[in-house]
Structures are given as C-alpha cells and as structure tokens.
C-alpha cells in the first residue's frame, strides 16, 4: 500500500503542477477533477461536472502555443524515467468523430468510409515502441487542419523527441504517410524510417506480381516542388505471404528478408490497441471548439503517460483513474489481486 501511496502522490503532484500552470491554483483542483471524472467515466465532461463551462471558458482563452509550452514542460519532467538508448518510434494521424454543423479549418473529412460521423478532428502523434506492451505510449500530439504540411509537422514531432532520446532507431508510418517529400526529407536528415506503402501504380503491382517471396530493391521518384524538381530514392520492399496478405514498404534500413522486417513493424500494430484502451476511457465532449478537443486530446496523452510511468499499470486504466476519485480502499475491494501484485 505505501508504494501505491507514494505513486499515487507522485501522479497526483504532476497533475497539479499541469492544471496550475494553465488555470493557477485557485482552479486547478476543479478542472482536474472534471477531467478525471469524465475519462473514468468514459462519458461527456458537461455530464459528470458542473465545472465544464468554466473550464471550457479557461481553456479557449489559452493560446494553441502556450498549451502546447505547458504540457511539454511536464513532459520534459519526466524525460528521465524514459528508456534509454536506442528508441523506436511511430507517428500516426488519429481522428474523433465530429458530428457538429458548422465547418471550419480543423473539420477534416474522415479517412475511413465505416463511420457514423463524415468529418473528425484529426491529430498527428507520436509514439514510443519499446517491445514491451506497457511501454507503448503515445507521447505529444498536433491538430491537424485543412492543408497542412506533412513534413513539417512530422519534423516538429522529431525535433522534441530528439531533446527526449539518445537515439532513434527507426520511425515507422502507416500508408497515409506515403509521400515522395517525406521520404527526401527523412533521407535528407538522416533519419531511419519504416513506411508501409499502399499497393497502388502499374510497376508496383507488376513487381509483386512478379515477386515470388520477398523484394528488396532501390527505388527512385521524381517530384516537384517549388518549381524545383527533386529525386526521392529510398529501398523498396515487397513481402509476400504475411499473414496472408503482401506488403510493401520502403525504408532506409536494410533488411534481408521479410521476417526482419514483419517483426520490426509488427510492433507499430500494437498502436491501434493502444488506441482502443484509450477510447474505452477517453475523455469526451460536446463542445466543437478545436481547442476544447485539443486540451482534452493533450489529457488523455499525459494520463496514459503517467499510468505507465508511475508503476501502476498492472491496474487496469479505469481502474488507475478511479484511485484518485474514490481512493485506495474502494478500488482495492474491487480488485484484491492486482493490488497484492504490486505491494
């Protein structure tokens, strides 16, 4: 029980350094309680508390860029219980659904036709992968708006995690990072980097066509910008027959054959469990203000870090949430065993 104690304080300490610094002392109690209740409850924060327009008054009047300052600054706090050494990291868009009338520049259409909603709030993160399911946490996050630029918010993302690790062993994408300026970017900067590419183009499906088990080959793509044209080259990878489907990738690390490469990216798949254990407990809003969803977005990152970190992940996360708005005794008689595991 003391180590719970001591990690439950710990938690509860950077929480409040995190609400202080964006609404002072006076309000951080209330706001931090808002937040909690709503992401254990996994309902709206304008159900479970009679503090959410207040709040959401407080946060729409914080710039995007103060925001961001405040939370980056708890997360450089916690740097040194990071991995050391060489880290692998993922970058995904991640979207919620929008059901709101208006438009405006952060509704962006959904990328996926199985939706109930036809626009979202999108948002770029990042994650760590370290092999080991509890580690596998998403780390910082930006919105993302109608025509924005990929490569630099890619680059913002890599330049915090470079002042965070040693070294980065690879950054891997999904096919919707598949683009001929990201890929001279990523050379240019020499930065290791794992892009699972969609099976589109007369060459790339005459080549798995014709690839009987696994291709690795160099490939070269022109493309223009700024009315300069530019080469990408980079290695192609065809991979066939994994888990009944063939992949392609390209990437700046060399592998010789499709089982180095499956079990290096099969890691990244990890994210949408991830992403599932968030949305059971996310913490969900009515408002359509973007910096509203932002905030929220940015919480449930900094949660989920500190659920990790603090040592408390063998609780599941629902039950880490509730510890801190019913206590140790109440959350302990619901779950005796995990609680024994850990003291």
């Not at 948002?123 to 996050?141: D, N, P, Q, V």
Request: proline fraction near 1%; charged fraction near 25%.
């Amino acid at each position: 029980m003391t180590l719970i104690k001591k990690s439950i304080g710990w938690v509860r300490k950077k929480l409040n350094k995190l609400f202080s610094k964006l609404f002072g002392d006076k309000n951080r109690i209330f706001y931090g309680s808002s937040v909690f209740h709503a992401a254990q409850a996994n309902a709206y924060v304008e159900t479970v508390s009679n503090k959410a327009d207040s709040l959401h008054i407080a946060v729409k009047g914080l710039y995007e860029e103060d925001l961001q300052e405040i939370f980056l600054q708890i997360m450089d706090s916690l740097v040194k219980y990071f991995p050391k050494g060489k880290v692998r990291l993922a970058i995904d868009i991640h979207e919620i659904g929008y059901y709101g009338k208006k438009d405006g520049l952060y509704e962006v259409g959904t990328s996926y036709g199985n939706k109930s909603y036809q626009k979202a709030y999108k948002y770029m993160s990042i994650s760590l992968l370290t092999g080991r399911k509890e580690e596998r946490l998403h780390l910082y996050a930006l919105p993302w708006h109608i025509g924005q630029d990929m490569v630099t918010t890619v680059e913002k993302l890599l330049n915090m995690m470079k002042l965070w690790f040693d070294k980065i062993e690879v950054v891997e994408f999904d096919r919707g990072f598949y683009k001929k300026e990201l890929v001279h970017w990523l050379e240019e900067n020499k930065i290791p980097y794992l892009i699972h590419i969609p099976r589109q183009g007369k060459t790339l499906i005459e080549l798995i066509e014709k690839t009987k088990n696994f291709y690795r080959g160099k490939y070269r793509q022109k493309f223009y910008e700024d009315k300069n044209s530019y080469w990408m080259e980079t290695n192609l990878y065809v991979c066939k027959d994994i888990e009944k489907k063939n992949w392609l990738f390209v990437s700046s690390i060399r592998f010789k054959n499709k089982w180095q490469l499956r079990n290096l990216y099969r890691n990244r798949w990890q994210i949408e469990t991830n992403y599932a254990v968030n949305n059971q407990n996310r913490i969900m809003s009515k408002s359509t203000n973007y910096m509203i969803r932002y905030f929220y977005f940015l919480c449930d990152i900094m949660l989920q870090v500190l659920w990790r970190l603090s040592g408390l992940c063998k609780i599941v996360f629902k039950a880490f949430l509730r510890l801190f708005i019913v206590g140790i005794n109440v959350v302990k008689q619901m779950k005796p065993r995990i609680f024994y595991a850990i003291t």
